[in-house]
C-alpha cells in the first residue's frame, strides 16, 4: 500500500505576520522615562586658573544629616521654613556700589549677600540621608529661585516665568520664540541659580 504523504503547511507568510506584530508592539508601547533633578554640570577649569574669592556672607549653607534634620545657616531649620530663608537670602541686596541690587525687595543687611549675583547657595548631604528629604530640600530651594524670578518676570512682562518656560519647551509654540528666550535669560541673569553641592558627608 502506498504511503501517504502528509499535506505541508504553508509557513510563508508567518514570518511576515511576526514582523507586522512586533511592528505594531514597537509603535504602541510606552516606555516610562525616569525624570531627575535638571542641573548643569560646570565646565572643565584651566588647573592654572585661579578661584574667585567669595565672601563667606555670600554664602548660604544648608546641612542635612543622617537623620534628615536641616541645619541652615547654624540653626535648626524646619523644612517648611526652608524656601522663605532662601528667598529672604538670595534677595537681600545688601551690597553698595558695583555690588548693589536695585531690583532687591529684601532687607539690605549688609553683613548678608551682597546681591543675587554673587548669592550662593550651599548644600551638604550626609550619606545616609533619605532621598526622600533630598529632593525636598533640592524643591524647596529651586522653589525659591523660581519665585524669586516669577515675580519679576511679571514686573518686566507680566508673565508667570514657568508659563513662559513652558511656552518656550513646547515644540508647537508658535509665538517669537527668540523674544522669549531673551526675556528667560534677562530673568535667570538677574536671579542665577548658583546652587552648589558638596560631596556627601559620612558621620
Known amino acids: 500500500m502506498a504511503k501517504r504523504s502528509a499535506p505541508e503547511v504553508n509557513a510563508g507568510s508567518m514570518a511576515d505576520i511576526a514582523f507586522l506584530l512586533l511592528i505594531f508592539f514597537l ?25 574667585p574669592v567669595i565672601k563667606q556672607k555670600n554664602i548660604f549653607t544648608v ?3 543622617r537623620n534628615n534634620r536641616l541645619l541652615v545657616e547654624d540653626e535648626i531649620m524646619e523644612l ?27 532687607a539690605k543687611d549688609p553683613s548678608a549677600s551682597d546681591n543675587p549675583k554673587k548669592a550662593i547657595i550651599s548644600l551638604v ?47 508647537n509654540f508658535r509665538g517669537n520664540k527668540e523674544k522669549l528666550e531673551k526675556q528667560l535669560n534677562q530673568v535667570k541673569e538677574m536671579y542665577p541659580q548658583l546652587l552648589s553641592e558638596a ?5
Request: proline letters at 5%; aromatic letters at 8%; glycine letters at 8%.
Open 27 to 51: 509603535v504602541t508601547t510606552t516606555i516610562e522615562t525616569d525624570r531627575g533633578i535638571s542641573r548643569k554640570l560646570p565646565p572643565i577649569q584651566d588647573e592654572n586658573v585661579v578661584p
Open 63 to 65: 546641612i542635612v544629616d
Open 80 to 106: 517648611g521654613n526652608l524656601r522663605k530663608a532662601a528667598i529672604a537670602f538670595l534677595d537681600n541686596g545688601g551690597g553698595a556700589g558695583e555690588d548693589g541690587c536695585s531690583y532687591c525687595k529684601g
Open 125 to 171: 548631604n550626609d550619606r545616609k540621608t533619605e532621598y526622600r528629604t533630598y529632593i525636598s530640600v533640592q524643591n524647596e530651594l529651586v522653589a525659591a529661585y523660581n519665585e524669586l524670578r516669577d515675580r519679576e518676570s511679571q514686573r518686566l512682562f507680566g508673565m508667570d516665568y514657568l508659563d513662559m518656560e513652558a511656552k518656550y519647551n513646547d515644540p
Open 199 to 203: 560631596e556627601p558627608k559620612s558621620s
